[in-house]
């Protein structure tokens, strides 16, 4: 196996948090259905004899329900999103790590992903191109893309 | 205030999460490399929590020795630990073993300062409590996140940044004679720029930094003091603005740790009258104990470029010169 291949760390958001989050996800989405309810409620009576302060009554019932869901529903995908930022945050990097391989009398150079067991000037296996003469390991390094912020200071 | 507590619990978090992965990541890598016949995880529990309780310095007079004494008698109950918890392992397997619960231990270490401060700061509710903390978060963020990615590096046996060292010396001393000196360093005797260059390092590839003041001292005793310049080699903290791998030699011992080798070459330099030059190779503390980046790789040849300079310009022709490669060998062979 090789090192590169080692699987990161959990990322888990506590459950609690998550309860909390879906509870308070389903309540909103149940006040958006009931003010919807009410509002379509208000509307089909409105075309039958009901009085102008009733219909008005709906509406502002349905308006009320509508904000409370959508602020609820809003603040808990909020919640959600950052959570699960911060899971993300915390995990253990695991950099890439190459192994160099040079055979020292062809010159031939191979450079492969880091296995357990490689450590700089160890003996592997007859170079293929002169099988009379060893390879060794010759650098073991991670190679880090990103450049370091300068403040031209 | 709530503000700055808010910001230590959440380090906290990350701190807690960071010493459980190191936890598990050591106890899988003994589980994995040292087939163990019983479960490990007691073990490593305990082992986590040692402690050394330095000398007492009331009367300074040979505190080296005794500090010495203790760090041995440290390192030798560690090393039985790790051989007890992985009988399977052969003798670089252990070593590597112990570093990695060696970060793991730094890394509970360092929560649980930072837990003791949060707590305290809420229990007393005193600003000055938490501002301590704090102020130094960031830097002890980054050291916790260096030794948490070096717990793999160990495990896995890779070269770290603090192996820049005897990276230099064992390019310096490959396909010569090997042999042995105390306490776990190998020597070479090479021939550089028509001189007689000694060069040693800890022995790897198992990480270890084996005991140069004492190698040192060996070898001027061995010949009479007859060496005509010594060269330490080591990884040096750069400052922030400084470039990773960026080389520069002064004078002086190059070697960190709690001085008990520094000390002792020291004392050997002074007795002969012996002048020490020292090159570093500028690298960050994330750098030093995770894996060696290209850079640091890259500037082993420049170094050695310095080192043949200095024997050029400041000995003659058939002189004696003592190269020292400091640092944990880790992954670096010979």
């Known amino acids: ?153 | 205030m709530y503000i700055m507590i808010r910001e230590v619990e959440n380090s906290l978090h990350k701190l807690k999460f960071i010493k459980e992965e190191g936890r598990k990541n050591a106890i899988d890598a003994i589980k994995e490399i040292g087939k163990p016949p019983a479960d490990p995880t007691a073990r490593v529990d305990r082992y986590l929590e040692y402690f050394t309780i330095g000398p007492q310095s009331m009367d300074p007079a040979g505190v080296v020795y005794k500090l010495d004494h203790i760090l041995d008698v440290r390192d030798t109950r560690l090393k039985d630990e790790v051989k007890l918890m992985a009988p399977g392992c052969d003798e670089v397997q252990v070593n590597n073993l112990e570093n990695t619960l060696e970060a793991a231990m730094a890394l509970n270490f360092i929560y649980k300062v930072v837990r003791h401060y949060y707590i305290q700061g809420k229990k007393t509710l005193s600003l000055y409590v938490i501002m301590q903390i704090q102020m130094i978060l960031p830097m002890v963020m980054k050291e916790a996140e260096a030794y948490a990615s070096a717990l793999k590096a160990f495990a896995y046996g890779q070269p770290i940044g603090d192996g820049a060292g005897p990276l230099v010396a064992a390019k310096l001393m490959h396909g010569y004679e090997i042999r042995k000196l105390p306490k776990d360093c190998v020597m070479a005797t090479v021939p550089l720029e028509g001189r007689t260059a000694l060069i040693i390092k800890a022995e790897g590839p198992g990480g270890n930094v084996g005991k140069p003041g004492d190698a040192v001292e060996a070898v001027i005793e061995e010949n009479a003091g007859k060496i005509a310049n010594v060269i330490m080699i080591d990884a040096g903290l750069k400052l922030e603005g400084e470039t990773l791998g960026e080389v520069a030699d002064g004078i002086g011992a190059a070697i960190g740790g709690p001085g008990v080798d520094q000390y002792k070459i020291e004392e050997k330099l002074t007795k002969y009258k012996i002048p020490i030059n020292a090159i570093i190779i500028k690298e960050d503390i994330g750098d030093a104990v995770s894996p060696l980046r290209k850079e640091i790789n890259d500037a082993v040849d420049k170094v050695i470029e310095r080192v043949k300079a200095i024997i050029l310009e400041q000995t003659k022709e058939g002189d004696k010169v003592i190269i020292v490669g400091v640092g944990n060998s880790i992954g670096v062979g010979q």
């Open chain 1, 1 to 153: 196996m090789t090192q590169n291949q080692t699987p990161q760390g959990t990322q888990k958001i506590s459950r609690y948090i998550m309860t909390i989050i879906f509870v308070v996800l389903l309540l909103s989405v149940i006040s958006i259905i009931l003010a919807v309810s009410v509002y379509l409620n208000g509307v089909s009576t409105s075309s039958h004899v009901v009085s102008s302060s009733q219909a008005g009554q709906d509406d502002l019932t349905a308006g009320f329900l509508a904000i409370i869901g959508l602020v609820a529903m809003t603040m808990s995908l909020v919640t959600l999103f950052q959570s699960r930022r911060q899971a993300a945050e915390m995990k253990i990097e695991v950099p890439k790590v190459m192994t160099t391989i040079e055979c020292k009398k062809c010159g031939t150079k191979t450079v492969r992903e880091f296995q357990r067991g490689d450590y700089v000037y160890k003996d592997l296996d007859a170079c293929p191109k002169c099988p009379d003469t060893k390879q060794i390991i010759t650098a073991v390094y991670k190679e880090i893309k990103e450049k370091e912020k300068t403040y031209n200071v």
